[in-house]
Structure formats: structure tokens, C-alpha cells
């Protein structure tokens, strides 16, 4: 009996103080959707950044650089290892794409030379 007279009561001040009941609601959801608007576009930001790193030119040549590296040092290695004869094939292949990287690693090399980082100038504040 007590519980009804507990649930009624409290349904009471929930009728009598809706309005204010709903604007506190509002309020709370209005500072939530801010606060995840300011993190999705943070987010946003950082994703941005990110891909802007992966796309720069200097880490696209290190990238590339780093891939032909390791075909000729799986190549190297593949010929370095004592293979029976019926993997000659396979070995004679590899040679040849290594041949053919090492060619093209060359041939880019002598085609553009590098860039010295210029030195920066020392400027006195005063």
C-alpha cells in the first residue's frame, strides 16, 4: 500500500513539473549533441591529417622505395637458399625480377637527381 501512495505521489510532481522536467531533458540532450558535434569534427580533423601524411610525396618515395627493397631482398634471399634443382625455375624467375627492380631502381635514380635540403638561415630577433 505504501508503494502506490510512493508511485502516485511522485506521479504527481512529475505532472506538476513537466515543462521543467522537459526542458532540463532538452538541455542535457542539447550540451550531448554539441559535445559529439565537437568530436566527429575532431575526428574529421585527425582522419584529414592522417591521410594528408600517407599522401605526401616524401612518404609515397620512401613507400615505394621501402617495397622495391624488399622484393630484391626476398630475390636475394631466394637465391641464397640451398633449393634442390627442381627449383631452378623458380630461382631463374626471381632473378630476373630482381634484375629488372635493380634496372629500375637505377634508371630513376640517375633520371632525377636528389634535391639537397636547403640549410636554414639563422635570423637574430632583436
Known amino acids: 500500500m505504501m508503494k ?15 515543462e521543467k ?5 532538452r538541455a542535457g540532450r542539447s550540451k550531448a549533441d554539441s559535445k559529439l558535434s565537437k568530436e566527429v569534427e ?8 592522417v591521410l594528408e601524411a600517407f599522401m605526401s610525396k616524401d612518404v609515397q618515395e620512401h613507400f615505394i622505395r621501402m617495397g622495391v627493397e624488399m622484393m630484391m631482398g626476398i630475390g636475394a634471399l631466394i637465391r641464397a637458399l640451398p633449393l ?4 631452378g625455375p623458380v630461382v631463374d624467375a626471381v632473378a630476373e625480377q630482381n634484375e629488372a627492380l635493380g634496372e629500375m631502381v637505377s634508371k630513376s635514380s640517375s633520371r632525377k637527381p636528389r634535391k639537397k ?7 637574430e630577433v632583436k
Open 84 to 87: 634442390p634443382d627442381e627449383f
Open 42 to 49: 575532431k575526428g574529421k580533423a585527425f582522419t584529414k591529417g
Open 4 to 18: 502506490e501512495k510512493t508511485e502516485e505521489e511522485f506521479r504527481e510532481f512529475v505532472l506538476d513539473n513537466e
Open 21 to 25: 522536467i522537459s526542458e532540463i531533458l
Open 117 to 123: 635540403k636547403s640549410s636554414l638561415e639563422k635570423i
